[in-house]
């Protein structure tokens, strides 16, 4: 294409076209809880395994932007993660060729609640899912309990992390 200008210069417009596809990156539908001082994974992963070329994933958090940990050119990076995540947070070293990008936080604090991105590169093409930890809880926070109902014959299973979940179990009588 050409145009004219009005001193009659011509001037050649380049059209430049950037073709991103997006990755279907997978990661938990729901956020999850952490028992303090305990461990959690993050669950990031492709369906089809990528090409370890140009393979980049990235974990961050999103409100300070620190990285939790990187894997770049075909290997681990933990000098450059953010000194709070340093020894916490590992990838899973045999999984990566599968499309396994999730990573374990290891000794939770209350600091590590918030949301975390997982951000996967590969030639042009990325995709990325957000993780939620939503809540820490301390171990004294922790219920199990057996409810039983002797007229009825069936008791009431339930344990309490943070929110109530519970699952009926019918017992036999003789």
């Known amino acids: 294409m050409t145009l004219l200008t009005s001193e009659g210069e011509d001037q050649i417009l380049c059209f430049i076209l950037v073709y991103i596809m997006w990755l279907l990156v997978q990661g938990p539908a729901q956020p999850l809880v952490a028992q ?48 709070s995540y ?39 093409n990325v995709g990325e899912i957000s993780v939620t930890i939503q809540d820490v809880c301390s171990a004294h926070h922790y219920t199990d309990a057996l409810l039983y109902f002797p007229l009825v014959d069936f008791c009431i299973k339930y344990s309490m992390l943070g929110r109530l979940s519970a699952s009926l179990c019918f017992i036999l009588l003789r």
């Open 36 to 83: 303090l001082g305990g461990s959690i994974i993050l669950p990031c992963s492709v369906e089809t395994p990528l090409p370890m070329e140009e393979l980049e994933v990235e974990w961050k958090t999103t409100d300070e932007e620190a990285l939790v940990h990187l894997f770049q050119n075909g290997e681990y990076r933990p000098e450059a993660q953010h000194q």
């Open 86 to 124: 340093r020894d916490r947070a590992l990838f899973f070293s045999e999984q990566i060729f599968k499309g396994n990008f999730s990573i374990l936080l290891e000794n939770i604090t209350v600091a590590d609640t918030g949301i975390y991105r997982c951000v996967v590169f590969s030639y042009q």
